[in-house]
């Protein structure tokens, strides 16, 4: 048996073990799954990389972290809270990141996210490859399978390590999985290998042929290694048969290396015992993290100057198409991904026309498969890149939640600031084409309130490219909504008489329509699809109501920056919001939350939104349902 391999896989089991006991003297917060039985997987694979390389992990991920970085005793402060502790105690058992080792608790989306990184390596041309390990549980996960299409297609170099203990939690594999593992990669016509931990030398010699082979051939592997963890899932009860577990406990080579060699192996656990107590002894009263280091609210409001906002006299859509022409051209890192991009067809509302004739090695058509898509550009993102991913139609970005909320939205955060992911996600949204109820959404109100995700919305008041040349200096998440009407209309060409229209030098600017002479008696705000309907409404409100509007257009709908529309409504003592989702739990209600805390005054509000059932196909039903200007007039007028 390899010496080294087996002090290796010894000290991997003392800090897990010391994990457990430390949780029990209440020195460690939150959860710890161990690998204990499964040490030797990660000694294989984890153990034979190079440092240029990338292991991403699942929540039993210890004994990776620790093979890979060597670095126990930063492992040891994290799980117990400390600030010098790898993640600063953030991110503790499950939530790692250090030197291209990265792990999340999330199973299956890990493998696109991984996928994604390897694909980066694969542009740059810089022979590093990855690996994902996933436990045999995480089979049962759609993604999973989407991504392994794509890595087989794209031949992407990550070798997928499968660590089978033939349990999902506590569930036995043969309730919950069907078909043979082997033979779901192969369908993807991936190559496989098949080791165990009980045969460790082996092991060893056969994860080095996988990480040699990846490295060489540039195509991924799917490599399933037997193994069985001698703990319980977590900290909890273990409800195995005892004689089974009995029975692994004996063929475990750790154990076996005890028998066999019990001076040896006294020594060696003599040497890592003192080493770990040593060092927790060092850093039991060591701070932990403040939380003003971990959450600095950076949000400042300040006072606008405006300018003059100036028509287009060209379609939203050739302006977005230009600025991706202009930016694919001057950065090489940026990347256009997508569904059915490719020339001729560019684009089901052809945002992308011929862009992949100009840039074929940025721009990437990809399957039918958003989650995974979203993950692989998760991960082409923490990899340097600077990804666009177009989500084909609004309504299956809730396909892409997953990856945005559990991944792009925490990776900063829960690895204690040590990585940024500037994805940008666009998607097309609203109705009015007679689509009908699965592709006219407006699911907005669920892409806002994302912790460290920005929420931008075009209209047809100002030129996208200002948007967009500032969404793509953002080191964090951003979404875009961009609406279908709105792509074939032209910029601030629908023009009110006797109002100004203006646009304020915030980064991501508000714009604001206000009458030339007259004070303002209604304050409305607005953004996205809505400008048009609200911009043919004010008219009306004035003629026949004497309502005289103040508009405000938001681009940047999460987070929200108020001050201005706050200050209007102080003035003209009623708040309208339109928007064209439905109105509970909206935008609208936030707005006139926001608003109701900063001002000490009575208010009237109101909000206009569309009817709370999916859109019809039909024309009437759909321009019923649709926020419209008959019932904005209606809402308005009844509140007076």
């Known amino acids: 048996m390899n010496k080294e391999a087996i002090k290796e896989a010894i000290l991997i089991r003392r800090v897990e073990e010391s994990f457990l006991e430390l949780f029990s003297l209440g020195k460690l917060n939150g959860t710890v799954h161990t690998c204990v039985g499964e040490e030797f997987s990660a000694v294989a694979f984890a153990g034979q990389l190079e440092k240029r390389d990338f292991i991403f992990s699942n929540h039993r991920c210890h004994g990776h972290y620790i093979s890979f970085t060597k670095d126990y005793e930063g492992l040891l402060a994290e799980l117990m809270g400390k600030e010098i502790g790898t993640c600063g105690g953030v991110g503790s058992s499950q939530h790692l990141c250090k030197n291209n080792f990265y792990s999340n608790g999330i199973q299956g989306g890990i493998v696109p996210v991984a996928a994604g990184m390897a694909f980066a390596n694969k542009l740059k041309n810089n022979d590093s490859i990855g690996i994902v390990f996933i436990g045999d549980g995480t089979l049962g996960e759609g993604v999973v399978y989407e991504t392994m299409n794509i890595i087989s297609k794209w031949e992407i170099p990550l070798i997928i390590v499968c660590e089978n203990n033939s349990y999902a939690q506590s569930t036995p594999q043969d309730i919950n999985l069907a078909g043979d593992i082997l033979l779901r990669a192969k369908a993807f016509g991936i190559k496989t290998y098949h080791s165990n931990t009980w045969d460790s030398d082996k092991l060893i010699e056969d994860a080095k042929k996988s990480i040699d082979e990846v490295r060489a051939t540039k195509k991924p592997i799917f490599h399933l290694v037997d193994t069985y963890r001698l703990n319980p899932h977590s900290k909890g009860d273990d409800y195995r048969d005892s004689d089974e577990i009995e029975k692994f406990r004996q063929k475990d080579p ?181 689509y009908g109820p699965t592709h006219s959404q407006t699911l907005d ?98 003629i026949e109501h004497d309502i005289k509007s103040e508009v405000f257009v938001l681009t940047k709908i999460h987070p929200l920056d108020l001050t201005e529309v706050i200050e209007s409504v102080r003035e003209s003592g009623r708040l309208y919001t339109i928007e064209e989702g439905s109105s509970f739990a909206g935008i609208g209600a936030e707005v006139i939350a926001q608003v109701t805390e900063a001002l000490d005054k009575h208010f009237i509000a109101r909000r206009v939104a569309s009817l709370p059932v999916p859109i019809a196909s039909s024309k009437t039903l759909e321009s019923e349902v649709i926020t419209n200007k008959n019932r904005l007039i209606k809402v308005i007028k009844d509140s007076l």
């Open 254 to 434: 750790i154990n076996i290396f005890a028998k066999s060699n019990p001076k040896e192996y006294e020594e060696i656990v003599n040497e890592v015992n003192k080493k770990i107590k040593d060092y927790i002894d060092s850093i039991e009263d060591k701070n932990e993290l403040d939380i003003k280091e971990y959450y600095k609210d950076n949000n400042e409001s300040k006072k606008s100057n405006w300018n003059k906002l100036e028509t287009i006299d060209t379609r939203q859509v050739e302006l977005l198409n230009r600025f991706f022409d202009e930016y694919l051209a001057k950065d090489k890192d940026m990347l256009f991904i997508g569904e059915d991009i490719l020339s001729p067809y560019g684009g089901a509302f052809k945002v992308a026309k011929e862009l992949s004739t100009k840039y074929p090695k940025q721009v990437i058509s990809t399957p039918i498969s958003e989650q995974a898509i979203t993950g692989i550009s998760n991960g082409l993102a923490l990899a340097g890149m600077k990804p666009y991913l177009e989500i084909m139609f609004g309504d299956f970005i809730t396909l892409s939640l997953d990856q945005i909320i559990n991944h792009a939205s925490k990776f900063y955060h829960m690895y204690n600031r040590q990585i940024t992911c500037p994805i940008v996600i666009r998607t097309p949204m609203g109705g009015g084409r007679g």
């Open 445 to 542: 109100k669920f892409l806002v309130g994302i912790d460290n995700v920005k929420t931008i919305a075009l209209n047809t008041l100002i030129d996208p490219a200002i948007l967009y040349k500032e969404i793509h200096k953002q080191k964090h998440p951003v979404i875009v909504i961009e609406n279908k009407l709105d792509y074939g209309r032209k910029i601030a060409k629908k023009r009110i008489k006797n109002y100004l229209y203006e646009m304020n030098d915030d980064k991501f600017p508000l714009i604001r329509l206000r009458p030339i002479k007259s004070k303002p008696t209604a304050t409305i705000v607005t953004y996205g699809g809505m400008v048009d309907t609200v911009i043919d409404t004010i008219e009306e409100l004035f």
